[in-house]
């Protein structure tokens, strides 16, 4: 029996253009690995980088159907995984093709696959990969942006090639919101389809909610205090989107790291004062101990935080604002359908078209993502804009 493994270490970059018309907007591949691989390991990473392409090129030809798809996978129990793969990339193209005023494209695509493990035994293997995208939008082709997935998939040898039998890490939680919404169940094919079937009708009165929400809304612009630096947090922010700063803790597997990294925006590069009490994991102070790695439920929750900026006695002066109301460094949050925040981003850019504003551009962590649409990246209703005002010194 064979069995072998490959860890991540970060040693040698290989970048291989690919000018074929068929690849897309893709331009490279960056693959990091350790060692020289066996011929497994290559045919299986091999697999594994085609399909992402592949991938990436039904989503720039928007490809509905991605007839391509049974060309990488198993026929063995691999038709529910393969529906909501197509799924999901059928989420990603309406919501771009139904964009107001103009359709969202990513140019000038790279990507770069960090693989974690490979791990073979006879004829399956497991892999563990990273895979950042970097990109341009063609509404800011200026500025670059990018998010990092993560994925674990098995595969089979059928012969002498390898194929996918399951991937995990193409459903976030903003697309299980929405099935959930919906009474979609993943793992039934019937229910992927129907979702499908009522997509586009779905998606153009999102987008329609949103629109009346941006024109009734009468926000009143209010003055910053003064001590909130904007221009720090929106570098901090753009920095460390797809790199963890490691003076903090990650919380990725432990409920997520969004609020984490927001907070630590408004800390490290707004200089927004930390509220420290004798009281950890709670949401009346607002604080993270480099040192002990104590904190405050606040500083990682994003339902805590929430509650924090409303309480008397919050040091940040903040507000519940609107689409509007908000800026570049201020905060947005997605609410479940019990109102209770889920999840928090930074605001790093404004998009306009010919009827004013459109869109917001965010940097997150849980995913990682770096300066993208806000809409077209989630899809996600129920939005909470939080206007950060400065703070109250002690």
């Given at each position: 029996m064979k069995s072998t493994k490959m860890n991540k270490r970060i040693s040698g970059i290989?970048?291989?253009?690919?000018?074929?018309?068929?690849?897309?907007?893709?331009?490279?591949?960056?693959?990091?690995?350790?060692?020289?691989?066996?011929?497994?390991?290559?045919?299986?990473?091999?697999?594994?980088?085609?399909f992402i392409m592949s991938y990436e090129s039904a989503l720039d030809n928007e490809d509905i159907n991605?007839?391509?798809?049974?060309?990488?996978?198993?026929?063995?129990?691999?038709?529910?995984?393969?529906?909501?793969?197509?799924?999901?990339?059928?989420?990603?193209?309406?919501?771009?093709?139904?964009?107001?005023?103009?359709?969202?494209?990513?140019?000038?695509?790279?990507l770069k696959f960090d693989y974690e493990s490979i791990t073979i035994e006879k004829n399956s293997a497991e892999v563990k990969?990273?895979?950042?995208?970097?990109?341009?939008?063609?509404?800011?082709?200026d500025v670059q942006s990018g998010?990092?997935?993560?994925?674990?998939?098995?595969?089979?040898?059928?012969?002498?090639?390898?194929?996918?039998?399951?991937?995990?890490?193409?459903?976030?939680?903003?697309?299980?919101?929405?099935?959930n919404g919906k009474g979609i169940n993943p793992n039934n094919i019937k229910d992927l389809k129907k979702y499908q079937k009522d997509l586009r009708k779905n998606v153009k009165e999102f987008y329609k909610e949103l629109k009346l929400e941006a024109e009734s809304d009468e926000s009143i612009v209010v003055?910053?205090?003064?001590?909130?630096?904007?221009?720090?947090?929106?570098?901090?922010?753009?920095?460390?989107?797809?790199?963890?700063?490691?003076?903090?803790?990650?919380?990725?597997?432990?409920?997520?790291?969004?609020?984490?990294f927001t907070s630590q925006c408004l800390y490290e590069g707004g200089g927004i004062a930390q509220h420290v009490g004798g009281q950890n994991y709670t949401d009346t102070y607002w604080f993270y101990n480099k040192t002990t790695h104590d904190r405050s439920a606040s500083w990682t929750g994003a339902n805590e935080f929430?509650?924090?900026?409303?309480?008397?006695?919050?040091?940040?002066?903040?507000?519940?604002?609107?689409?509007?109301?908000?800026?570049?460094?201020?905060?947005?949050?997605?609410?479940?359908?019990?109102?209770?925040?889920?999840?928090?981003?930074?605001?790093?850019?404004?998009?306009?078209n010919s009827s004013g504003r459109s869109d917001l551009l965010v940097c997150g962590h849980s995913p990682m993502v770096r300066n993208v649409s806000i809409s077209n990246a989630f899809g996600a209703r129920n939005r909470v804009y939080i206007k950060i005002l400065g703070y109250t010194e002690d």
């Open positions: 290989i970048v291989c253009l690919f000018l074929l018309a068929s690849m897309g907007n893709v331009q490279a591949i960056i693959k990091e690995s350790e060692v020289i691989q066996s011929d497994d390991e290559k045919k299986i990473t091999d697999t594994i980088e085609n991605f007839n391509d798809i049974d060309s990488f996978f198993s026929d063995i129990n691999s038709s529910k995984n393969k529906e909501l793969i197509k799924t999901v990339l059928k989420r990603k193209i309406v919501l771009s093709q139904e964009y107001p005023k103009t359709k969202l494209k990513e140019l000038n695509k790279e990969v990273n895979v950042t995208k970097m990109f341009n939008y063609n509404i800011s082709p998010e990092v997935n993560s994925y674990f998939i098995k595969l089979s040898r059928i012969n002498e090639d390898w194929k996918i039998s399951f991937i995990e890490g193409f459903v976030d939680k903003f697309v299980k919101e929405d099935f003055a910053n205090r003064g001590n909130y630096d904007r221009t720090g947090a929106y570098n901090y922010a753009m920095n460390h989107a797809l790199n963890h700063n490691n003076d903090y803790e990650s919380f990725v597997g432990q409920g997520g790291d969004c609020t984490n929430r509650r924090y900026i409303g309480y008397s006695i919050s040091r940040i002066d903040a507000q519940i604002s609107s689409f509007n109301g908000v800026t570049y460094s201020d905060l947005v949050q997605f609410a479940n359908s019990n109102g209770d925040s889920y999840h928090s981003l930074i605001i790093t850019g404004i998009v306009y």
